[in-house]
C-alpha cells in the first residue's frame, strides 16, 4: 500500500511542475511578443527555471524511493545496474557535448586569422566549411558595441558533465563504499570517513588551485605548470594512499574534473556575465576579464586528455595495479597533456615536432614499467588442479559463485562464477591478469590470499591449465 501512497503523490508532483513549465514558457513568450521590458519577461524565464529544476527533483525522488523500497531484495543490485547504465551514459553524453565545444573553441582560439582582413574592433576570423555548408565566424577584441539579443552561452554541458560524473561516484563507490571505495590494506576507515575525505578533498584542491591561479605565478607558465603537476601528483599519491587503487584514480579524475567545472562555474561565466551587463549599461567591459576567462578555459583544455585516461582505465587493472599507481598517474597525466600540447601547438601552426615523441615516449614508458616480470621463477613441479581449484573455493568463491557468502556480494561480480573445474579454465587468461599479474584480485585481497598462493595459480596456467 506504501508504495502506491507514495508514487501517487511523486507522480502528481511530477505532473504538478511539468505542466508549469509549459505554462511559464508561454507566458515568457507571450512577454517577449508584446515586447515587454527584459525585466518583466525574465521573471517568467526564472519561474520556468524552478519548474524545471522541481521536475529534476521528482525524478530524483522517484530514484530514492525505489531505492528504499527494493533495497535489501534481490532487485537492489539490479536497479543499480541500471542506475549506473543511465548516470554513465548520461555522464559520457554531456562530456563529449564539453569537450567537444573545449576542443572547438580551443581550436578556433588557436586557428584565427588574425592579420587579412581584420576590422579594428576584431581580434580575428575563421572561415570554416562543415557539413556541406561555410561558416564564417568572428571573434571580438572585447565584446561588440550591443550585445545581441540571442547570445549562444555554452554551460550546461560542463554542469551536467560534472553532476552526472558527481552522481556516479555515488552509485559506484560510495553507495557500496566497503567494497569498493576502501581497501582495508591501504587504509582502514569507516565509510562514512572516506566519502568525507573523497568529497573535501574536491573541495581543498580547487581552493589551492584557485589561489594558485590569482597569485603571481599564473604569469609564469612554465613555473605555474610544473608547480600544478608536482600537486597533481601530491594528490595522486595521497589518493593511492587512502583508497583502493581502483577508487584512488577515479578520485583523481574526478579532481580534476570539479577543478574544470569550477573554472566555469565560478572564473568563466560569471565574467562573460559580468562582460555582457557592462556592454548592456554602455560601459566598456573590463577585457582583463575576458583574459582571465580563456586563461582558465585554456587549463581545462590540457585537463581533457589526461581526464579521459582516468575514466578510461578502470577497465584496465595493469594500470591501476602497479606497485606505483601514483607514478602511472602522474606519468599519464604528463604524457596526455603532452599530446595536447602538440595539438594546440600545431593549430596554432607552430610545428614544434618534439613535444608529439617525447610525450609518446612517456607513456610507451608507463607500459614498459607496468610490464610483468619476464622471468619469474621458473616453475618446478607439475601443478596439480586440486591444489588451484582448493586456493579458488578458498580465496575467490566467496563472491564469484552461483550462490556467494560475502556479506557484499549477493550476486557473483561480473557474472564470474568458478563453480566447475571447466569455468576456471575458460577464465584462466583473465585469472593471470587480475591475481598473477595485477594482483587486483581478490578485490582488496579481502579473503587474504598469498603470494604463493598466486605463484601456485601462475605455473598451473603456464604449464597449460590442464584439469586432470
Ligand atoms: C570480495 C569479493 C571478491 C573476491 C573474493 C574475488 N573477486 Fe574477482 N571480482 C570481484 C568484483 C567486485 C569484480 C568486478 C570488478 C572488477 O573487475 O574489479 C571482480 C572481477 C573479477 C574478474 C574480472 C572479470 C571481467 O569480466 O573482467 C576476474 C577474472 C576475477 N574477478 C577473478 C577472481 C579470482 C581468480 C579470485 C580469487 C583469487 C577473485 N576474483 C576473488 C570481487 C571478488
Sequence with gaps: MLPVIVYG??????????????????????AESNEMPEEKTS??????????????????????????????????????????????????????????????????????????????ELAGNLWAVHGGGFYYL??????????????????????????????????????????????TNILNVSSLT??????????????????????????????????????????AYFYTHVFSARAAYIHFGAMIGTLMAGNVFFVIIPSQKAMVNAAKRGVPPDGTLGKKALARSLHNNYFTLPVLFVMVSNHF??????????????????GTAGVKHYLNLKEQGKYTVWVLPISVIILLAVSFVTAPAKNPDACKEEVKFTDVQHIIQQRCMTCHSSKPTDDIFTAPPNGVVYDTPNDIVKLKDKIMQRVVITKTMPQNNKTGITPEERNIIRCWIEQGAKVE
Design 194 to 235: 572516506a566519502i568525507s575525505i573523497g568529497i573535501g578533498s574536491f573541495i581543498v584542491a580547487w581552493i589551492i588551485y584557485d589561489l594558485l591561479c590569482k597569485s603571481p605565478l599564473i604569469k609564469y607558465k612554465v613555473a605555474f605548470t610544473i608547480i600544478g603537476f608536482v600537486l597533481a601528483t601530491g594528490f
Design 317 to 334: 587493472p595493469s594500470t591501476f595495479g602497479f606497485d606505483y599507481p601514483w607514478a602511472v598517474l602522474a606519468a599519464i597525466t604528463l
Design 9 to 30: 503523490i511523486l507522480a502528481f508532483l511530477l505532473g504538478f511542475f511539468i505542466y508549469f513549465t509549459y505554462q511559464f514558457r508561454a507566458m515568457e513568450k507571450k
Design 138 to 183: 568572428e571573434k571580438y577584441k572585447v565584446a561588440p558595441k550591443t550585445i545581441p539579443k540571442h547570445l549562444h552561452w555554452f554551460k550546461y554541458e560542463a554542469y551536467f558533465t560534472w553532476l552526472s560524473g558527481f552522481s556516479l561516484l555515488f552509485v559506484v563507490y560510495y553507495f557500496n563504499a566497503k567494497a569498493q571505495l576502501i581497501d
Design 43 to 120: 521573471v517568467f524565464s526564472g519561474f520556468y527555471g524552478y519548474a524545471y529544476a522541481g521536475v529534476l527533483l521528482v525524478i530524483v525522488m522517484i530514484l530514492f524511493a525505489t531505492w528504499m523500497f527494493v533495497k535489501g531484495t534481490p532487485w537492489e543490485g539490479h536497479l543499480m545496474e541500471w542506475m549506473n547504465i543511465v548516470v554513465r551514459l548520461m555522464h559520457i553524453t554531456f562530456g563529449i557535448a564539453w569537450i567537444g565545444a573545449s576542443f572547438y573553441f580551443v581550436f578556433l582560439e588557436n586557428a584565427l586569422n588574425r592579420t587579412e582582413d581584420v576590422r579594428d
